[in-house]
């Protein structure tokens, strides 16, 4: 491989893995269903977590293969741990993902 393609592939490796995880704390920032999607890149997963915040996904980010969300996924796995949850820590979150608090919920409920 010369530089040239290895600067290239390095480059899009980058871009491949840069996502984004937005919280959301106030209720007047919280998207529109079609500001979700937008962000997320496609259609829309929603997963509640048992303290009432809510993670949206892209709804095929697996099957497309999106890059990791390490910050969503880190979440993830602290939140629904195997002794409480089936999926537990073999899942992850990929791609672009907003987390809205609880106290920030109103279209999402």
């Known amino acids: 491989m010369n530089t ?9 490796q980058m871009k491949e893995k840069s996502v984004e995880f937005k919280i959301i704390t106030d209720v007047k920032n919280e998207p529109t ?3 979700a999607q937008k962000f997320v890149g496609g259609y829309v997963e ?7 915040d ?3 996904v892209n709804e095929m980010g697996k099957l497309k293969g999106l890059p990791n969300n ?3 996924t880190k979440l993830w796995r602290e ?3 195997k002794d409480k949850f089936i ?4 899942d992850w979150v990929c791609g672009n ?3 809205i608090k609880a106290k920030a919920r109103k279209l999402w409920v």
Do not use: R, V, W
């Open 33 to 35: 269903l079609s500001e």
């Open 79 to 81: 939140t629904f741990t």
């Open 46 to 52: 929603g997963i509640e977590f048992p303290n009432g």
């Open 87 to 90: 999926t537990g820590t073999d």
């Open 70 to 72: 390490e910050a969503g």
């Open 54 to 56: 809510y993670l949206i």
């Open 97 to 99: 993902a907003l987390y």
């Open 4 to 12: 040239k393609q290895k600067g290239k592939n390095m480059s899009t």
